[in-house]
């Protein structure tokens, strides 16, 4: 969800009933040197009582204004002023919270404000009407993965995975494994994540990013190794959910992945010389993997082979081309949409030097 804007913080503070995507988006409407009008404006669209202030930037008129309150400062831009003591003034700008002593307010603000008060029939206009399409938003958003986890668990009671202490143990780490690898492809794509910096800073800062961005983090110079993991743990979790006979298949392809744990652990340590912690993470699952097949008695009838192994090994080159593809894309439509809804607050940070 966009940050909140200056507009839906402030009525927010005054109790006014609004969506945030309707109410930032007609604030955003406005041109950033508009952008005290677009207070004025909006709060008369939304039945609010509000009054106009215009007197000499003095430390008389600043106490006597109702907190919080909409100062325009000296280059043109609002403020939301929330507390004003003899040693500072607290405000909130497009940045977030700051604080000046109250001399520097006096000498950057205009003089003009804008006070308001909600009225019983305060609200935003069509609110019912906004909150809705608000939600529909919010469900088409999450209604793809609440799918999948509701079709997965059918799977899981309907194939009788649940009858097989392995095979549930063996959902559990594919589930596992498709966390890991999007968090490494969420450093791949330097993408600030709180959990993937916490793992990743447990062995080494900056593990991660190192052993990533390195020569050594693709395969053949054209796929990520997080592609990959992604690949391999998703088609092995749809595979044992909607063909559990296939589980044998599934053991004798752990092992195939063993020999690339050896090779990462030696290139992150004599090559790289850094230690990616998720990368030890997704290796240490190839093992559990490999363990729970062996234990569990999976590795049995491999020959002769059926059409099944043929059609897993092409889900797998599948999923894998189609993450190459789409993981990109995704990300750079992310940045973009991230990049929009901050044009406006980085416009009007730097009207003051036009």
Not at 118 to 132: G, L, M, T, Y
Not at 187 to 204: K, R, Y
Not at 246 to 257: E, K, R
Request: charged fraction near 15%.
């Amino acid at each position: 969800m966009a940050a909140p804007t200056l507009f839906t913080t402030y009525i927010s503070m005054l109790g006014v009933p609004h969506t945030a995507t309707y109410s930032n988006r007609e604030y955003k409407s406005y041109p950033p040197k508009l952008a005290y009008m677009a207070f004025m404006d909006l709060l008369y669209e939304y039945h609010v009582d509000r009054q106009m202030h215009k007197g000499e930037a003095d430390m008389g008129s600043l106490t006597a204004l109702q907190m919080p309150f909409v100062a325009r400062m000296t280059d043109g831009t609002p403020r939301i002023v929330t507390d004003v003591h003899a040693d500072a003034v607290r405000l909130i700008g497009n940045k977030g919270k700051s604080s000046m002593t109250p001399q520097q307010f006096l000498a950057s603000w205009s003089g003009e404000a804008l006070t308001a008060q909600k009225k019983p029939d305060s609200e935003e206009p069509e609110r019912c009407k906004h909150a809705f399409m608000h939600a529909a938003l919010m469900a088409e958003k999450y209604a793809f993965w609440v799918l999948i986890a509701l079709l997965g668990a059918y799977l899981f009671v309907d194939n009788g995975v649940y009858a097989s202490w392995s095979q549930v143990v063996l959902v559990a780490l594919y589930a596992g494994g498709i966390v890991f690898s999007w968090l490494l492809t969420l450093e791949q794509n330097n993408v600030n994540s709180g959990t993937a910096n916490a793992v990743c800073s447990m062995i080494q800062p900056h593990g991660c990013a190192t052993v990533i961005n390195s020569d050594h983090g693709m395969l053949w110079g054209l796929f990520h190794w997080s592609e990959i993991g992604l690949a391999y743990f998703t088609v092995s979790l749809g595979a044992l959910l909607v063909a559990p006979q296939v589980c044998n298949y599934l053991a004798y392809i752990s092992i195939l992945c063993l020999p690339y744990t050896f090779w990462s652990v030696y290139t992150q340590h004599w090559r790289i010389h850094s230690w990616c912690t998720l990368c030890l993470c997704v290796q240490g699952l190839f093992w559990v993997i490999f363990a729970v097949q062996l234990i569990g008695g999976n590795m049995h009838s491999l020959l002769p082979l059926k059409w099944d192994v043929a059609v897993l090994l092409v889900c797998y080159a599948l999923a894998l081309l189609v993450y190459h593809k789409i993981v990109p894309a995704y990300f750079y439509y992310e940045r973009k949409s991230a990049e929009t809804d901050s044009v406006a607050d980085n416009a009007a940070d730097s009207i003051s030097k036009l």
